[in-house]
Structure formats: structure tokens, C-alpha cells
């Protein structure tokens, strides 16, 4: 059962632009929701977290925006470059019976344009 | 200084054989993790180690087994290998408590014919 959805599958967009991406979960007891960028052939490496306290957070160019009520959030990559190619994924975590595990989404790849 | 590393990054394999993964970190975490990547990039946990006691076992088959000798290990062993075992596996560690932040390894492709 997929707990946390991501979309889109893929992404277009021109250099210079902003990407967005969007997730959401159903699970309540989530209070852990990091972005992991993967480039072909690499491990997948952190990128930003976020916890439901705050409904912003910003690190450079990307921002994670949570809505804790729509049980949504979304990565926002400003000023996207053609370096910033490459599969985004969200996940959420709890510190619960199943420990700290990364509940991915099935990612969203994503090309900057020159 | 490589934080998350695994060996080894390529292996091939016959269906039936037996196969080992290793991994080690030395970011002084306390939990070490194996997700699978599958061929449409979906990564899914398969174990989780905490100070030894395994305390994730997703539905995975029991041909898979982790071996953790210290904290800063966690090997994956894997008996009878079958076609559909073909995919990515990264290893990941992480400090239990505050920080919930996880980070990989590179990744050992495993190819079974």
C-alpha cells in the first residue's frame, strides 16, 4: 500500500524556472517528511526536511511547503538549473512500531532545459 | 571520507546461488537500514537494525536475512536468488532520537540470470 503519493511522474522545465512537486499521505502519525535527490548511478541524498510544527521551510533555492491539514507537501525549486536534473523523491517517517523507515513516493524525474 | 559505503557496487549472479551484500558506515549511527530499489526506481525498506535488535522486517522473503556484527555494519545476505531479486540495493544509516535523517549509500547492483 503506497502511503505517501507523488506527482508528477516527470517534470520539464526551463532553466531559470520553478519546479514544483507534490506529495501526500495519509498517514496522521508521520511527523518526519525529507526530499531526496538521486542522480543515475548515485544513492538517493538528502536534500531538505520539513516537520509538521512549521509550514515552511527554505535552504537555498528549495523550499518545502507542508499543509498539515490537506496532509500535503511539496518541494519548490527556485531558479532551476540544468545541474538539478535528476529523480526528486518525498518520504515520511514516525518513530513508531516500524521504527524510523522512509516511506517513499515512486519519484519524480526531473530536466532542466538549458 | 566516505560516510555510507557498500561492496559491492556491481554483482551478477546465477539464480540459485547465495549472495552477500556488505555494508559500513562511520557516521557513529546507532540504525542502519536496506531499501530496495526496483526498476522503476521505487525504493521500499526492507530491514532496520537498532543497537543490534532488528526492528523493521517488511514483507520480505525469509531468503533475505541482515547480519549486523557491530553498529557500523549490516550486511544482507541473500539465500537462493531468483530472477525477480534483480534491482538496487542502498543501504542507509541514521541517529535515532531527535534526528530522523537518513543517509545512503551508493548503491550495489544486483543482477540475477
Known amino acids: 500500500q503506497q502511503q505517501v503519493k507523488q506527482s508528477p511522474q516527470s517534470l520539464i522545465v526551463q532553466k531559470g524556472g520553478i519546479s514544483i512537486i507534490n506529495c501526500a499521505y495519509e498517514?496522521?502519525?508521520?511527523?518526519?517528511f525529507p526530499w531526496y535527490q538521486q542522480f543515475p548511478g548515485k544513492g538517493p541524498a538528502l536534500l531538505i526536511a520539513i516537520r509538521p510544527d512549521v509550514s515552511e521551510k527554505k535552504e537555498g533555492r528549495f523550499t518545502i511547503s507542508f499543509n498539515k491539514s490537506a496532509k500535503q507537501f511539496s518541494l519548490h525549486i527556485m531558479d532551476s538549473q540544468p545541474g538539478d536534473s535528476a529523480t526528486y523523491f518525498c518520504?515520511?517517517?514516525?518513530?513508531?512500531?516500524?521504527?524510523?523507515?522512509?516511506?517513499f513516493g515512486k519519484g519524480t524525474s526531473l530536466l532542466v532545459t538549458p | 571520507d566516505t560516510a555510507v559505503s557498500q561492496t559491492p557496487k556491481y554483482l551478477v549472479t546465477q539464480m540459485g546461488n547465495d549472495k552477500s551484500i556488505k555494508c559500513e558506515q562511520n557516521?557513529?549511527?546507532?540504525?542502519m537500514y536496506w531499501y530496495k530499489q526496483d526498476s522503476k526506481k521505487f525504493l521500499k525498506i526492507m530491514f532496520s537494525?537498532?543497537?543490534?535488535?532488528?526492528?523493521i522486517n517488511e514483507t520480505v522473503p525469509n531468503r533475505f536475512s541482515p547480519k549486523s556484527p557491530d553498529k557500523a555494519h549490516l550486511n544482507l545476505h541473500i539465500n537462493s536468488l531468483e530472477l525477480g531479486d534483480s534491482a538496487v540495493y542502498f543501504c542507509?544509516?541514521?541517529?535515532?532520537?531527535?534526528?530522523?535523517?537518513?543517509?545512503f549509500g551508493p548503491g550495489t547492483r544486483l543482477t540475477v540470470t
Open positions: 542507509a544509516s541514521s541517529k535515532s532520537g531527535i534526528s530522523y535523517e537518513q543517509y
Open positions: 537494525y537498532n543497537n543490534k535488535e532488528l526492528i
Open positions: 557516521l557513529g549511527h546507532d540504525t
Open positions: 518520504a515520511a517517517s514516525s518513530n513508531s512500531n516500524s521504527g524510523y523507515a522512509l516511506n
Open positions: 498517514n496522521t502519525a508521520f511527523d518526519y
